[in-house]
């Protein structure tokens, strides 16, 4: 069996977010953040969470009468499978790319350009 996460789709992605940063929610908590940003119809999280449990995205709690959802993988992993998807289509697998356009259209401040620069320092000293 892979170990690999499995890769969600925007939606579902909207789901995981408000799960990592909240932990274990109903589907009302979920709609009611997500609804913050967006115009989604309660059934339409209720049917995607319940499609996210047949995948494997999500646990479900029902030992409660509102059932508890949880992420069932990790926010690193799943980015990493996300963003070694978008390297391979849209930059043919090179990270300097990646990262070279990434930092050319954000809006990087100075604290997170030297954190950027921490990091590169870090992976320089250890690839040594």
């Keep these: 069996m892979s170990t690999d996460p499995i890769r ?4 579902e992605l909207a789901i995981l ?3 990592w940063d909240r932990g274990p929610s109903t589907v009302r908590d979920v709609h009611a953040d997500l609804s913050k940003g967006r115009d989604m119809g309660y059934t339409t999280v209720l049917k995607l969470m319940q499609i996210m449990v047949d995948k494997g995205l999500v646990t479900r709690d029902e ?3 509102s059932h508890v959802y949880q992420a069932a993988q990790e926010e690193g ?3 990493a499978c996300l963003l070694r998807e978008l390297m ?3 930059f043919e ?8 356009r990434a930092l050319s259209e ?3 401040g100075p604290a997170e350009l030297e954190e ?6 870090r992976l320089r000293k250890e690839r040594r």
């Design 8 to 11: 969600p789709s925007d939606g």
């Design 106 to 108: 954000s809006t990087a």
């Design 63 to 65: 030992s409660a009468r």
């Design 93 to 100: 697998g090179s990270a300097k790319s990646l990262v070279l």
């Design 116 to 121: 950027i620069q921490a990091t590169l320092d």
């Design 77 to 79: 992993p799943t980015q």
């Design 17 to 19: 977010r408000v799960l």
């Design 88 to 90: 391979d289509k849209a």
